[in-house]
């Protein structure tokens, strides 16, 4: 498995384009399928339990947490800034984890921030685009949530040969325990995601709404916050001549008007 997806890597870093988003979704039957299952599941397990994390500790000692895994897991930025020929984010990445690690006591606290080293969140799946490689079709994977094509290689890839988190649970045997430190750090992205729910809850179609702004998340990563603005139009689907804003804004309406207590929570 390790030789194929390195294979796999050097094979499509051939080009040096950035790709181009796509405005299509010809597997939404089955994404929808599938957002619909992650999202019981979400429900049923995970949220609790991040929402019993969040009663348990008070925002200090969840920004410490979180602080910790932002620090242990930028390997994983420094690593994909390498492939991306990029030695100067690397240099920067490697010196604000290394700042944390010691300064910041292991990384619970953030002193790099304060010494104006910037933060830089990397991926394989950035690795790819910068190298020209289209995202293909949106996929919302089972379990892990919205994907693309080419952004799902970043789970296997990154987890296998960068993620510390992943290399420790692969390299240590404790009747299960070495996965705890993977569990606490979905907990913690959970629990910083309850803020934000009423966004998705007044939205007129959340699957709509979480496939947009992943993809807007994206291209914003791919283009370091800069995208284009025809690449912005061509993901929004301005520059197709059947868009028609006014009937969307309509469909929202409608919906608001349907579900008034939604809507005022947005």
């Not at 950035?18 to 299952?37: M, S, V």
């Not at 379990?143 to 296997?156: A, E, F, N, Q």
């Not at 916050?225 to 001549?241: C, F, K, R």
Request: with cysteine.
């Amino acid at each position: 498995m390790r030789w194929f997806a390195t294979l796999i890597a050097v094979a499509l870093l051939t080009g040096c384009t950035i790709a181009k988003p796509r405005t299509d979704d010809p597997l939404e039957k089955y994404n929808r399928k599938a957002y619909q299952f992650n999202d019981a599941v979400d429900q049923a397990v995970i949220r609790p339990v991040a929402a019993g994390y969040r009663k348990i500790t008070n925002p200090p000692v969840r920004r410490s947490v979180s602080d910790f895994f932002t620090n242990i897991r930028m390997p994983i930025t420094v690593a994909n800034d390498l492939l991306q020929a990029r030695p100067k984010q690397a240099l920067q990445s490697t010196g604000r984890f290394l700042v944390n690690l010691t300064l910041g006591m292991g990384g619970f606290l953030d002193p790099a921030s304060k010494f104006g080293i910037p933060l830089e969140d990397n991926d394989f799946g950035v690795t790819l685009a910068r190298w020209g490689l289209p995202d293909g079709d949106y996929l919302v994977l089972p379990l892990l949530g919205p994907s693309t094509v080419r952004d799902m290689w970043r789970m296997p890839v990154d987890s296998y040969f960068f993620d510390p988190l992943s290399l420790y649970a692969d390299n240590h045997h404790y009747n299960g325990l070495q996965y705890l430190p993977q569990a606490i750090y979905l907990i913690t992205l959970r629990s910083r995601a309850i803020d934000a729910e009423n966004f998705l809850k007044s939205a007129y179609d959340p699957y709509v709404f979480m496939r947009d702004a992943y993809r807007q998340q994206r291209l914003y990563r791919i283009y370091d916050g800069s995208p284009p603005a025809a690449v912005i139009q061509q993901m929004q689907g301005l520059d197709d001549d059947n868009f028609d804003p006014e009937e969307l804004l309509d469909q929202q309406h409608q919906w608001e008007k349907a579900h008034p207590k939604q809507a005022t929570q947005q």
